[in-house]
């Protein structure tokens, strides 16, 4: 099993930024793919950035490319999410995840489906 807590979530001003981490236990997660999600008040949950095992292959949403960093320190069994230029449009609950399957090294999952571990999720809120 692996056991995954985000932290650094909180209030941000529109043009703002914040950094998400997220420390995984339990199994090493060091081959794992990683990713971010996000779900607003009344939306569904949605894909935010996801990356593999290799750290060779990321991918973004649309709707964060060019503003927001995914990484990972396997030595500290880390995942980070950078926000920066924030919009009060990613105001959301932020989740971290990770995939264990094989094609996760080589590929970011990019589907909920696709990830088997889930963190409780941290809140940020973006004002004008």
């Known amino acids: 099993q692996v056991q995954l807590v985000e932290s650094g979530g909180g209030l941000a001003q529109a043009g703002g930024s914040l950094s998400l981490s997220c420390a995984a236990s339990g199994r090493t997660t060091s081959t794992y793919g990683m990713g971010w999600f996000r779900q607003a008040p009344g939306q569904r949950r949605e894909f935010v950035a996801g990356l593999s095992g290799s750290g060779k292959s990321i991918y973004y949403a649309d709707s964060v490319k060019g503003r927001f960093t995914i990484s990972r320190d396997n030595a500290k069994a880390a995942l980070y999410l950078q926000m920066n230029n924030m919009k009060r449009e990613d105001t959301a609950v932020y989740y971290c995840?990770?995939?264990?399957?094989?094609?996760?090294?080589?590929?970011?999952?990019?589907?909920?489906?696709?990830?088997?571990?889930w963190g409780q999720g941290t809140q940020v809120t973006v004002s004008s």
């Open positions: 995840a990770a995939a264990s399957g094989n094609p996760w090294f080589d590929h970011a999952a990019v589907l909920e489906v696709q990830y088997n571990y």
